[in-house]
């Protein structure tokens, strides 16, 4: 485990420093869904496959994509000039360590985190359904509605244009 | 209906999948080195050089006026003049190319070189298989590979060899009705003359041979040729 | 399927070739060993599935056509891909000059690595599958979700307008079609109420009669079967779908850079995707490797298997045949506005199956609403709406 643990922790890192650190914007892209994938990968080995393969699914296949095009749109896509790293790497550490700090917080606070030797919980993909459509349907119904929302704005956004003043 | 004219392409290609194995006359392809379509009459490729007779030498029309080589656009054509003469297939002395070649890599097959020579010497040949591993010596065709018989010239383009031959017997025969006529001119002359004098004599019989001469081997050429 | 009989013998001789060869190690390892077998079989037998498919696929085209297709390496051409295998690894292997270097390396290897991956889920014949997990079906999509990625890396490393036009159109596309794609799963996921291959293939292979229990033989099945192939063409790229590798427009799409072995493994890893997908559609629609007749499972499971992905691969090929390619607009709009909104129809019938119990009644009314939507959906889709003015919204 703990080998594994490591490797994937240095992969996942390294993705993000990457992301954080590099000048050309679609290498970052790319640094970010190794991230991801790193991420996706500890989750593995944590036997939580579904959650895994969701990540991947969705942060890889989706994020990273949708990330990468927007750069390609609004063509930040640009040969970098100068250094290989970014120029506001400095701001980029400080705004990372301050997420970092925040999430910790977080983490240290919340009860259920505290080191437990009890059994590892087995969420099954049935048990994560169960609890979806069941216990938590309430915040997903919101949260099915909200991006509703957001993805009809979106095309009411993008068709403001058509039959506008142009 | 939606997916209506889906299903009616499948089919079309379907029958098209399964016909090919029934039936053979659907495959349109030519197996091209086992199995080749006629060429068109008019099909042209390359010009070859036309001979009379059976030996390709002696027989070559050509004539190395070198015509020919100043209007090829792509000045693929390289001719050498003979210093001698010798007899043409109409037995008429002519100089002859100690060196014929044309660059085939070079020519554009645009026929120009056929237009102009004025003793239908050189044709478009049908011939297209070409390919050799020496870019430079295999494509630079000399006369001996240029040179082709007018059978040949017949087996490829019957319609216009036909035309060349009679043109050319047409020809051939008025300029032997000329030399006749200038023969009997000659022979008129010479009994004026010889009943002027008497002394000249001797001259007349040895005149009268050289003017039939040149007729005598037209008929069987350009009878061969029409054959 | 249990017994020590003959066809079971044979059904499972896979399965008793592994354990034998894994007998020879030590314990701790045998595990180990029987996985790597399984992934050498994969390894061989779907790369060898690719050189058959690809003279299969230009024999059909040219029968098609009315012409002969390959026939002059080896009898009727049958050593054509041989021939085409030895001109693609001694081909050089050029990297344009602004290329991103290893951005441009990498594409290839990852693009054929993820799709090698989905096939560790795909259950081939019965217990044989590399991993029976519980999120199988997830698996799969995010494999082949994490291809796109090197899709468009390809084409953005490349430097070239036509590589970068390409994995534009192939991103857009494969996105849009991923949705249909996953819904159409999650049909059957419905009817099944697992995530696991194994135990979908295992709810198709009873039978009434002599008729098997195939998703596909059901309403809300047949329609979820037709969008998934659609979806899968898109996904794939395969004619009328090509518009990523549209030769006419863009050459090759995002590969166009791309020559020598590096060019065959894109080649490849589309031939591969094809089959990894034609082998997702078998098991969630037909029954995966469950006989097509009662009386037929004395036949080896994993032949019937191998020969269903063989219909869908020459399906494929009767479109590629058959189909012109589709404008982007239209791609577009038949995503979004024909396949995805006819699936969540189906999703929703799904349910009034689930909930109208037995009988003869559930089967009229869950076809009667499909057909219904059909109809209407394909009525209003298909009419022509004029061309709008030309505008240049994104030019300046
Ligand atoms: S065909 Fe044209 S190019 Fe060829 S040799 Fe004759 S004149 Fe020259
Ligand atoms: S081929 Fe004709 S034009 Fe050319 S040199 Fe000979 S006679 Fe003259």
């Given at each position: 485990m703990s080998p594994v643990f490591y490797i994937l922790s240095i992969v996942t890192i390294a993705g993000g420093l990457a992301a954080v650190l590099l000048k050309n914007l679609v290498h970052c892209a790319l640094a970010v869904s190794v991230a991801f994938a790193g991420l996706a990968l500890l989750f593995l080995s944590l036997d939580a496959q579904f959650v895994g393969f969701a990540q991947i699914l969705v942060y890889v296949g989706a994020v990273a994509i949708l990330v990468v095009f927007a750069i390609l749109l609004t063509r930040g896509?640009?040969?970098?000039?100068?250094?290989?790293?970014?120029?506001?790497?400095?701001?980029?550490?400080?705004?990372?360590?301050?997420?970092?700090?925040?999430?910790?917080?977080?983490?240290?606070?919340?009860?259920?985190?505290?080191?437990r030797e009890s059994a590892v919980p087995v969420a099954s993909v049935h048990d994560i359904g169960v609890a979806l459509v069941g216990r938590y349907v309430l915040p997903l119904e919101i949260v099915a509605l909200l991006l509703t929302a957001a993805t009809v704005g979106a095309v009411i956004v993008a068709m403001h244009e058509k039959d506008g003043t142009r | 209906m939606l997916g209506e004219g889906i299903i009616k392409g499948m089919l079309e290609t379907a029958r098209n999948f399964a016909g090919s194995y029934v039936s053979k006359e659907r495959l349109i392809t030519v197996q091209y080195p086992e199995e080749r379509e006629a060429l068109p009459e008019n099909a042209r490729v390359f010009p070859f050089l036309v001979y009379d007779g059976p030996e390709w030498l002696p027989g070559l029309r050509c004539v190395a006026c070198q015509i020919c080589e100043k209007e090829c656009p792509p000045k693929c054509i390289y001719i050498d003049k003979s210093a001698d003469k010798k007899p043409d297939a109409a037995g008429k002395p002519q100089n002859y190319p100690t060196r014929f070649d044309i660059d085939v890599s070079v020519c554009m097959s645009c026929q120009i070189c056929v237009e102009v020579c004025p003793f239908d010497a050189i044709k478009m040949d049908k011939q297209f298989e070409y390919s050799t591993d020496d870019r430079f010596g295999g494509l630079l065709l000399d006369r001996e590979k240029l040179a082709k018989s007018n059978e040949y010239y017949h087996q490829i383009h019957p319609v216009e060899a036909n035309e060349v031959d009679t043109r050319l017997a047409e020809e051939r025969a008025a300029a032997a009705a000329k030399a006749k006529a200038a023969a009997e001119a000659a022979a008129a002359k010479a009994a004026a003359a010889k009943a002027a004098a008497e002394k000249a004599a001797a001259e007349t019989p040895a005149a009268a041979p050289a003017a039939e001469k040149p007729a005598a081997p037209k008929p069987p050429t350009s009878g061969g040729g029409g054959a | 399927m249990s017994g020590t009989?003959?066809?079971?013998?044979?059904?499972?001789?896979?399965?008793?070739?592994?354990?034998?060869?894994?007998?020879?190690?030590?314990?701790?390892?045998?595990?180990?060993?029987?996985?790597?077998?399984?992934?050498?079989?994969?390894?061989?037998?779907?790369?060898?599935?690719?050189?058959?498919?690809?003279?299969?696929?230009?024999?059909?085209?040219?029968?098609?056509?009315?012409?002969?297709?390959?026939?002059?390496?080896?009898?009727?051409?049958?050593?054509?891909?041989?021939?085409?295998?030895?001109?693609?690894?001694?081909?050089?292997?050029?990297?344009?000059?602004?290329?991103?270097?290893?951005?441009?390396?990498?594409?290839?290897?990852?693009?054929?690595?993820?799709?090698?991956?989905?096939?560790?889920?795909?259950p081939v014949g019965h217990h044989m599958e590399l991993m029976n997990m519980d999120a199988g079906l997830l698996f799969f999509f995010a494999m082949g979700a994490s291809s796109e990625l090197s899709v468009f890396m390809a084409g953005w490393s490349s430097r070239n307008k036509y590589s970068l036009l390409g994995a534009m159109r192939a991103v857009a596309q494969m996105i849009s079609y991923e949705v249909p794609l996953l819904l159409t799963s999650v049909i059957v996921v419905m009817l099944t109420g697992s995530l696991s291959l194994p135990r979908i293939v295992e709810a198709q292979a009873g039978y009434s009669g002599i008729l098997p229990h195939w998703y596909v033989f059901t309403p809300m099945g047949f329609a979820a079967f037709?969008?998934?192939?659609?979806?899968?063409?898109?996904?794939?790229?395969?004619?009328?779908?090509?518009?990523?590798?549209?030769?006419?427009?863009?050459?090759?799409?995002?590969?166009?850079?791309?020559?020598?072995?590096?060019?065959?493994?894109?080649?490849?890893?589309?031939?591969?995707?094809?089959?990894?997908?034609?082998?997702?559609?078998?098991?969630?629609?037909?029954?995966?490797?469950?006989?097509?007749?009662?009386?037929?499972?004395?036949?080896?499971?994993?032949?019937?298997?191998?020969?269903?992905?063989?219909?869908?691969?020459?399906?494929?090929?009767?479109?590629?045949?058959?189909?012109?390619?589709?404008?982007?607009?239209?791609?577009?709009?038949?995503?979004?506005?024909?396949?995805?909104?006819?699936?969540?129809?189906?999703?929703?019938?799904?349910?009034?199956?689930?909930?109208?119990?037995?009988?003869?009644?559930?089967?009229?009314?869950?076809?009667?609403?499909?057909?219904?939507?059909?109809?209407?959906?394909?009525?209003?889709?298909?009419?022509?709406?004029?061309?709008?003015?030309?505008?240049?919204?994104?030019?300046?």
């Open positions: 896509s640009d040969q970098p000039r100068e250094s290989f790293f970014s120029r506001t790497w400095g701001i980029g550490l400080v705004v990372a360590a301050a997420v970092f700090a925040v999430l910790g917080w977080a983490v240290l606070q919340s009860s259920s985190a505290l080191p | - | 009989n003959l066809p079971a013998t044979v059904d499972q001789i896979f399965i008793t070739f592994t354990h034998w060869v894994a007998h020879f190690f030590p314990s701790a390892f045998q595990p180990i060993v029987a996985d790597v077998l399984g992934v050498i079989g994969i390894i061989s037998v779907f790369p060898g599935l690719f050189a058959i498919t690809v003279l299969l696929e230009r024999k059909g085209l040219g029968r098609m056509q009315n012409r002969y297709g390959p026939n002059r390496v080896g009898p009727w051409g049958l050593f054509q891909p041989v021939a085409d295998g030895i001109k693609a690894l001694t081909k050089e292997d050029v990297v344009p000059f602004h290329a991103d270097n290893v951005v441009h390396f990498l594409a290839p290897l990852i693009l054929l690595t993820a799709v090698f991956m989905g096939f560790a889920v795909l037709i969008m998934f192939g659609i979806a899968a063409t898109a996904e794939t790229n395969r004619s009328p779908f090509d518009l990523p590798e549209g030769e006419s427009e863009i050459i090759a799409g995002y590969f166009t850079e791309y020559s020598g072995f590096k060019f065959a493994m894109f080649f490849i890893a589309e031939y591969l995707a094809m089959f990894s997908i034609s082998g997702i559609a078998t098991t969630l629609f037909l029954g995966g490797w469950a006989a097509p007749f009662s009386f037929l499972t004395v036949v080896p499971s994993w032949f019937w298997f191998f020969a269903k992905v063989m219909c869908f691969i020459f399906v494929f090929i009767w479109m590629r045949g058959t189909l012109p390619r589709l404008r982007q607009d239209q791609l577009m709009n038949f995503a979004w506005k024909f396949v995805l909104p006819f699936t969540l129809v189906d999703l929703v019938v799904t349910g009034i199956w689930r909930f109208m119990g037995e009988g003869i009644l559930r089967w009229i009314v869950c076809s009667l609403i499909l057909i219904a939507t059909y109809l209407i959906m394909g009525r209003t889709g298909m009419v022509r709406k004029p061309f709008a003015p030309r505008s240049y919204r994104y030019a300046e």
